[in-house]
DNA sequence: CTGAAAGCGCTTACAG
DNA sequence: CTGAAAGCGCTTACAG
């Protein structure tokens, strides 16, 4: 591994002459400029990032919190916060917390011995969390309103209600809902939503339609036995679920009773993810921006690193509902 | 930001103290650990890893070269890398190529730059790609036969042939291939199985059988048009599938045209993702074991990097056949 | 058990 | 335009 004093013993220059040409070429003369090329081809010369980054303390690094690699929706935001990251010359280092408050605390320590410059926290921000410590930079993407620090999100509570009455513009009133775990943000905004479209319409509130998964497919599965071990005439006959992936499980669930959506029973999700799509029937479903969310939230950190901001901001992208197969009218 | 000098001054000891306190304590009496940590506690000392890292040349990092971060079955094999890299104490940085060689050439010259230890490439070795420079140490997952480097993979033209093999064991002849890119190693790789499954039960290939994806949901739709376009008489009455997402987008190609899977056309993927299961009919398929490649991959760069190992390894992990309702016996 | 000193590879203010 | 020198925060061989 050669270093800039072999470059520079073999162009005959100081070490300073070297790291001028490579940095700052004007301000050296084309016969040094030539000869330090030259060598630093010969010796093949990488400059040692570490020795680089030790000294301009700066790690060009991101740490990317999220809670599981494999959802599709998280690795479409990854995409937007990589291609970002990228184009600034900052790396992402990948922080899958699975959940685990421990695994979280290890990431964040890496940021605090400056391993990387600032954070995006994919996960949304509980109101019982601590506010983050003052010097972290630190970006909420996918979050909810009221997040303590830069929160780039969508109107979750307005999208739940551009689904809800989606479901009740098609004549449903009794409407299931296939929510996350119960404390999670996300879960308690879209909650909101549902409420104040069922109080629009003048609905009453049925606790028994209410379940709770944890946003995988599994648990979608589980969440439509509680719907499907109903008496019909207490079923719903329309389901929202908080997120595609529960929606996709809920659908085989349903099938499994041999219910047909949505002749039978509709239901919708939210993300659009790529697989919402294929489903069989498509889903009905929010469209939120993943790589959008992404992109906005890495260049905010950016910003926060570079010190041009220093305001809260909370920045919020539309979403749009989408309509296919799997809501339909509501068949008396 | 404080640092060693801080915490020396502060305890009353030299910086080398400070230093020997934190990491090998038992060189230090008592007492002087007791001032070196309350100092520490005090001025709220984190050590500055770009520090360390720097100076110990060693970046603690495994860069991560994978084609499409929201392909779920490579967001499993990186939490084998993440799990490992972790409990070892090393941190994984994303290279999302998107197939782009510039980008892969941009995340590799971060390697050479010492930003991170070693690569874990998770595309398969192309025949005609340059071997990569000798000091860089590098572990393929997810690899074909034959990468001139380390290699940690299954046996794809085994498991290829399993699964045409339970095609033909159900009386499927005329066996239709949606295959990735034609120069993608698994596709040259599950090709050769999927023809030495034909030979051995005598069956004479047929090249109209056989249409190019490119490992996308959406390509898997194409492709399965170029199957429903075909005189019914000349089409396959099975289609095996290079892997799930495709297998997914051509269910919904099949159904458009109204054939109904098993009965009319069976179809199998390959890779045994979380969505196989939830397809409608449930995906008969592959099983990599995805996490464990990720696992042995991380295990093995890991010990190029601490030096322990020179022989380049070839590990095959096992694969397996299962069985769900998208194939069933042929029907005259 | 402890401290003074050197050095990892780079950059930059300073002087010429 | 160029070089000598200092310094970023840490660790460790050396001497005591």
């Given at each position: 591994m050669s270093n800039i004093r072999e470059v520079s013993r073999v162009a005959g220059v100081s070490t300073a002459t070297v790291s001028r040409a490579l940095s700052t070429p004007d301000k050296v003369s084309e016969k040094t400029l030539k000869k330090v090329y030259d060598a630093v081809e010969k010796v093949q010369y990488r400059p040692n990032m570490m020795a680089q980054n030790f000294r301009a303390t700066r790690a060009w690094s991101l740490m990317v919190l999220v809670p599981d690699i494999t959802n599709r929706f998280f690795a479409t935001v990854i995409q937007g916060i990589e291609d970002t990251a990228q184009k600034n010359g900052y790396s992402v280092l990948l922080g899958d917390t699975r959940d685990s408050e421990q695994r979280e605390a290890e990431y964040i320590r890496r940021v605090e011995t400056r391993q990387s410059d600032g954070i995006i926290q994919l996960r949304p921000h509980h109101k019982g969390d601590p506010k983050p410590a003052e010097h972290l930079k630190i970006v909420n993407a996918c979050g909810?309103?009221?997040?303590?620090?830069?929160?780039?999100?969508?109107?979750?509570?307005?999208?739940?209600?551009?689904?809800?009455?989606?479901?009740?513009?098609?004549?449903?009133?009794?409407?299931?809902?296939?929510?996350?775990?119960?404390?999670?943000?996300?879960?308690?905004?879209?909650?909101?939503?549902?409420?104040?479209?069922?109080?629009?319409?003048?609905?009453?509130?049925?606790?028994?339609?209410?379940?709770?998964?944890?946003?995988?497919?599994?648990?979608?599965?589980?969440?439509?036995?509680?719907?499907?071990?109903?008496?019909?005439?207490?079923?719903?006959?329309?389901?929202?679920?908080?997120?595609?992936?529960?929606?996709?499980?809920?659908?085989?669930?349903?099938?499994?009773?041999?219910?047909?959506?949505?002749?039978?029973?509709?239901?919708?999700?939210?993300?659009?993810?790529?697989?919402?799509?294929?489903?069989?029937?498509?889903?009905?479903?929010?469209?939120?921006?993943?790589?959008?969310?992404?992109?906005?939230?890495?260049?905010?950190?950016?910003?926060?690193?570079?010190?041009?901001?220093?305001?809260?901001?909370?920045?919020?992208?539309?979403h749009e509902l989408i309509l296919r197969q799997s809501t339909g009218a509501h068949r008396k």
């Open positions: 909810c309103e009221g997040t303590p620090y830069d929160c780039v999100r969508i109107d979750n509570v307005g999208a739940s209600r551009a689904i809800v009455d989606h479901l009740i513009d098609m004549g449903h009133r009794r409407i299931g809902v296939i929510s996350g775990l119960a404390d999670n943000p996300h879960s308690i905004d879209r909650l909101k939503g549902y409420h104040q479209s069922l109080a629009a319409a003048g609905i009453a509130p049925d606790s028994s339609l209410i379940t709770h998964g944890d946003f995988t497919l599994w648990s979608g599965l589980q969440a439509a036995g509680h719907f499907t071990r109903m008496p019909a005439r207490h079923r719903p006959t329309a389901i929202f679920s908080m997120n595609d992936d529960m929606a996709i499980g809920a659908l085989q669930g349903l099938k499994n009773a041999s219910l047909r959506v949505p002749d039978d029973i509709s239901i919708a999700g939210f993300d659009d993810t790529e697989y919402a799509r294929f489903s069989d029937p498509a889903l009905t479903t929010i469209a939120q921006p993943g790589y959008d969310l992404g992109r906005c939230a890495a260049d905010r950190v950016l910003r926060l690193i570079e010190g041009d901001e220093d305001a809260t901001a909370d920045i919020v992208l539309p």
